[in-house]
């Protein structure tokens, strides 16, 4: 019931891996434009094109926004070894090459943002707990453009990027630069992306913004945008910024280091609460890091997957584990397995209560039917929920109320016209049904014509 979001790169592109993927149970193949070019992914959107026409498995296709995302530029490649104790300088000045003792950054305005004393974490895939691939550092000295920091802690740098995170600090950079702005009107609007992923939303008006910007692309307007909460920025409007987005990802990895460990627990929990209560979906990323390079997860890792599906995620996000990882269809397998255990002591009359008693008196009349059909069919334990739908609301609604049967969501294909030509509409709704926790979308045949009440 739970679905699951697989990052798509060099260990997961091929036609024969992604068709394992999908029959492993990927939903959502995610599109990670912090790296790569609109080309290498095109290849590997063709790959999954493929891939589903060969499997007959449907998947929506969901494109990450590279957003105010600060990076170290090693041009090089060569790996960066950091000792602890040892002092690092960092420079806009990206014309200079990456060493031990000298970091080139892709933000001019770092000197002006941070103080003495300020925490600073860099690494490939950002924090990732093991200290040998990710680097802590406290500023110590700010000099002009340039800022010195002590090493904390010993590491090794690999590749050619690596994301740089000050913790709890305003980076003055647009949510939605002329790069990404480029990417979805190029890539997206080409290729008719069913989700954006909002990296770095720290406002409503982001959101607002980039609803604005796909409005003007032709079929995009119905692309839905998941805002990416990944500082206290994003934490501290979360209830402004889900009114407006479509669904919430909660990128834990960032949050880790913005937020006391102690912290995150609470966060997820209140966050995804409040998505349930909205009817919108909650996706949650780094849950299974060590399966990049490991067949199995650790105990607490399994735990985390299964505590995100009881506390009511729609869909788990793999990142690294499927991007560049090792076992990227066992990890989708194992990541399936725990969500289906957890399925089942999930306490779906307890939410049912919770969200009845949200929802409060008078009941709108949509909410009234979603909710009665979920207790009849709990009550006379259907097997399943068929829900004839054409915009895929009433259908999502139902699913709101977490019935412990799946949710069939047939979608009634419209025949649109622009004047010019006439489309038949359905695709997208159909395929945005593929992130909400157990709803498994259906698009019926447009040469059999069904009455919609």
């Not at 494109?63 to 002092?87: C, F, M, R, W, Y």
């Not at 206290?232 to 669904?247: C, V, Y």
């Amino acid at each position: 019931m739970t679905k699951i979001v697989g990052t798509l790169g060099p260990k997961s592109r091929s036609v024969d891996v992604i068709s394992q993927c999908l029959e492993a149970g990927m939903s959502v193949a995610r599109f990670d434009f912090s790296w790569g070019d609109p080309e290498y992914h095109q290849e590997t959107l063709e790959n999954l094109r493929a891939a589903i026409k060969s499997t007959k498995k449907l998947c929506a296709v969901m494109l990450d926004t590279v957003g105010p995302e600060l990076q170290v530029v090693n041009k090089t490649e060569h790996p960066i070894s950091l000792q602890a104790d040892t002092l690092v300088v960092l420079t806009p000045d990206q014309n200079k090459e990456a060493t031990s003792n000298l970091l080139p950054v892709n933000f001019s305005g770092l000197s002006k943002a941070v103080k003495n004393g300020d925490t600073i974490f860099i690494g490939q895939y950002l924090f990732t707990g093991s200290e040998t691939t990710s680097v802590w550092l406290e500023v110590s000295e700010v000099n002009g453009d340039d800022v010195t920091c002590v090493i904390k802690n010993s590491a090794t740098l690999a590749g050619s990027l690596y994301t740089l995170h000050v913790s709890q600090i305003h980076i003055d950079l647009p949510t939605l630069d002329n790069k990404d702005k480029e990417v979805i009107s190029t890539w997206g609007a080409q290729n008719n992306i069913d989700f954006l992923s909002l990296s770095y939303t720290r406002h409503a008006e982001d959101v607002r913004h980039a609803r604005e910007f796909l409005s003007k692309l032709g079929n995009l307007k119905q692309t839905q945008i998941f805002a990416k909460i990944e500082n206290i920025e994003g934490l501290t409007h979360f209830d402004e910024i889900l009114r407006e987005a479509d669904g919430i990802i909660l990128s834990r990895g960032n949050l880790g280091i913005d937020l006391p460990p102690e912290k995150v627990f609470l966060f997820q929990k209140a966050a995804i609460y409040k998505c349930n209560m909205a009817g919108k979906p909650a996706v949650v990323t780094r849950v299974v890091d060590t399966m990049t390079d490991n067949l199995r997860p650790t105990r607490a890792e399994a735990t985390d997957v299964a505590n995100a599906v009881l506390d009511g995620s729609d869909a788990i996000v793999l990142g690294a584990e499927t991007l560049r990882g090792l076992y990227p269809v066992e990890t989708i397998s194992t990541v399936g397995k725990i969500c289906a255990e957890a399925e089942k002591v999930y306490n779906q009359d307890l939410y049912f209560k919770k969200a009845v008693k949200f929802v409060g008196e008078p009941m709108t009349h949509l909410e009234s039917i979603a909710s009665s059909a979920v207790r009849a069919a709990i009550k006379v334990k259907a097997s399943v929920i068929i829900c004839f739908t054409s915009s895929g609301r009433a259908a999502r609604l139902i699913a709101k109320y977490r019935p412990t049967m799946p949710v069939i969501s047939v979608v009634i294909p419209q025949l649109k016209t622009n004047q010019l030509r006439w489309t038949f509409t359905g695709a997208f709704e159909a395929r945005q049904s593929l992130i909400v926790r157990g709803l498994f979308p259906m698009l019926a045949d447009p040469r059999h014509p069904v009455r919609i009440i």
